[in-house]
Every structure is written in C-alpha cells, then in structure tokens.
T-cell receptor
Framework: AQTVTQSQPEMSVQEAETVTLSCTYDTSESNYYLFWYKQPPSRQMILVIRQEAYKQQNATENRFSVNFQKAAKSFSLKISDSQLGDTAMYFCAFRSIIQGAQKLVFGQGTRLTINP | NAGVTQTPKFQVLKTGQSMTLQCAQDMNHEYMSWYRQDPGMGLRLIHYSVGAGITDQGEVPNGYNVSRSTTEDFPLRLLSAAPSQTSVYFC?????????????FGPGTRLLVL
C-alpha cells in the first residue's frame, strides 16, 4: 500500500519569504498523481497544485511550485513571496491510476504559519 | 454552483446515539467520498461511491453506513456513535472516478462524541 510522509509537523516564516514543505511517498507504481492541498482555518480543503508522475516538468501555479524527484520519491512544495493568507495546514496526497485503487492517500500535514 | 455542501457544521452526540451527516453536490459529479480527519493522521477514506446505487468501503469503514440513491446526495450514517468517532468529517466529489479529475471538498463537519 502507498504511504505519504510529511516530516515537518510545523513551520513558520516571515511574510514575503520563500518556504519549502517536504513530502515523500512510497509506491511501486510508475505512473500516478501527486497533489498538494491547503486547509485554512475554515477547514475546507483547497487544491493547490497537481503533478502527473509521467511528466518530468515540475508543476507551477503562480507563487506555488513543486520539486518532483521521481527516483527519490520526493514531492516538495515551494511557496514564493509568502503571504499572510498562506497560513494553513498543507497536505500532500498520492493517487494511483490502477483501476480500483484510485483513492487519495494523504500525509499527516504540515502546519504553516506566515508571520507579519 | 454551491459546490459540495455538508450539514451540520458541528454536532455533539452521546455514546450510542445515531445520526446522519449530510453531503450534497450540484456539479453532477459521479464520484463521491467520505473522509475523516484526526490530528496527526491526515485524512482517511471511510466510504466512496462511483455513481448512484454503487458504494464501496474505504480504509476505515467500521461503524459507518452509506447509501447513494441520487447523484447529488451521499449521506454518512453513524449507527451507534462511539468516542473514537470524534473527528472532522469531509465529503468530496469529482466528475468521475478517473484520476484525471480533481476532487472537490466540502467545508467539513466537526463531530464530538461524549
């Protein structure tokens, strides 16, 4: 079974700084999807960015980008020019493409605080 | 579109009581699922449905029942609440079961079982 590990329970940076959140995963599959979700204090889960494993190019969405290292099974999230509104829990998630096994598997989460 | 809605937002139950957590989506999504979120454990899948009339178990199904009589609604039933079911519950949906689609999450229901 796949597992997702986020080794940083909490992080804190100053506004406008760049921060990187770590995520590693374990799978024997060669093709799959990886996601980063943001959960602000409202508790709603919001998709931040998605990466398809067969694509070598790292995904980017405005200030959010990933460093996808397939061989190392690493999927870190970089937030540039951090803003107060980025304060939230961040979850890394894995999704298989195998029929019948396509549920999302989540990491434990990283609580990110952006300080003014 | 309201997206994915969940009711109630917060509920307190006594051990042994039953209740239904409601989930509805207005996006004509085929796939719907229920997760629970516990501190330090991320989200875990309880049950899911790939279409009306079709449901299956996830990672932690014990103590929960689901049904899917319409495309829009996917209620989660707690038959006899236990303190171990204290958690935050999220409903999610996507257009299809395919991994091409991104799941949309509801705002969550916080449940406290005394």
């Amino acid at each position: 079974a796949q597992t997702v590990t986020q080794s940083q329970p909490e992080m804190s940076v100053q506004e406008a700084e760049t921060v990187t959140l770590s995520c590693t995963y374990d799978t024997s599959e060669s093709n799959y999807y990886l996601f980063w979700y943001k959960q602000p204090p409202s508790r709603q889960m919001i998709l931040v960015i998605r990466q398809e494993a067969y694509k070598q190019q790292n995904a980017t969405e405005n200030r959010f980008s990933v460093n996808f290292q397939k061989a190392a099974k690493s999927f870190s999230l970089k937030i540039s020019d951090s803003q107060l509104g980025d304060t939230a829990m961040y979850f890394c998630a894995f999704r298989s493409i195998i029929q019948g096994a396509q549920k999302l598997v989540f990491g434990q989460g990283t609580r990110l605080t952006i300080n003014p | 579109n309201a997206g994915v809605t969940q009711t109630p937002k917060f509920q307190v139950l006594k051990t042994g009581q039953s209740m239904t957590l409601q989930c509805a989506q207005d996006m004509n999504h085929e796939y719907m699922s229920w997760y629970r979120q516990d501190p330090g454990m991320g989200l875990r899948l309880i049950h899911y449905s790939v279409g009306a009339g079709i449901t299956d178990q996830g990672e932690v199904p014990n103590g929960y029942n689901v049904s899917r009589s319409t495309t829009e609604d996917f209620p989660l039933r707690l038959l006899s609440a236990a303190p171990s079911q204290t958690s935050v519950y999220f409903c999610a949906s996507s257009y299809s079961y395919s991994t091409q689609e991104t799941q949309y999450f509801g705002p969550g229901t916080r449940l406290l079982v005394l």
